[in-house]
């Protein structure tokens, strides 16, 4: 292992932490995982920060697999309450945007066989009170 050491992070800008709130919200939402995403960390929001300092505990260990720099922007953007309650927020707007979607292509799709049944109904109709004049 020829890794040179990289300093532990103790802050982070304010950028940083919309960046990390971005992406851990859309790794949720985008996996059609975002109901649960929010109901993770509102079961473990009054845990985040010790979750956040286990997750430094566990840096060694991690580095093998994650990056450094992103692993601590992560503990460091859950350690602090206001980006925590933030993330919930994003990963619910994200969702939401992501349901009104779907919603409204199903809706779509009802309102066509909706009218092809209709159309279907009125062209049969339609033919037996011919025959019957």
Partial sequence: MN????????????EEANEMIEKVAHFFVDRSLGS????????????HGIASQA????????????????????ALMIQNDDYFKRLIKRMDELDEETNEERRNKARLKRQRRKNKYKAAFKKLFHKENKLTE
């Fill in 3 to 14: 890794k040179e050491y990289k300093e532990i992070k103790t802050t982070i800008s304010e």
């Fill in 36 to 47: 649960a995403g929010i109901i993770l960390c509102e079961s473990l929001h009054p845990l």
């Fill in 55 to 74: 997750l430094y505990f566990l840096l060694p260990f991690a580095e093998i697999i994650f990056d450094s720099e992103q692993y601590q922007h992560f």
